[in-house]
């Protein structure tokens, strides 16, 4: 995936104990900060 110039392509490495988590995170792809603050938050709110 291209992100636009003024976005950064996101990628998080996960280490849940559940697949079901890895499943969830898995599903939303993107680029820029809305992204990774939603996969942070995922991780504390569920690891």
């Not at 992100?3 to 280490?15: A, D, G, R, S, Y």
Request: hydrophobic share 35%; proline share 2%; aromatic share 8%.
């Amino acid at each position: 995936m291209e992100c636009p110039q003024n976005m950064h392509k996101v990628e998080i490495f996960l280490t849940c104990d559940t697949f079901e988590r890895l499943q969830e995170a898995a599903s939303y792809t993107g680029c820029g900060a809305d992204l990774e603050r939603y996969i942070k938050n995922l991780i504390l709110e569920r690891c």
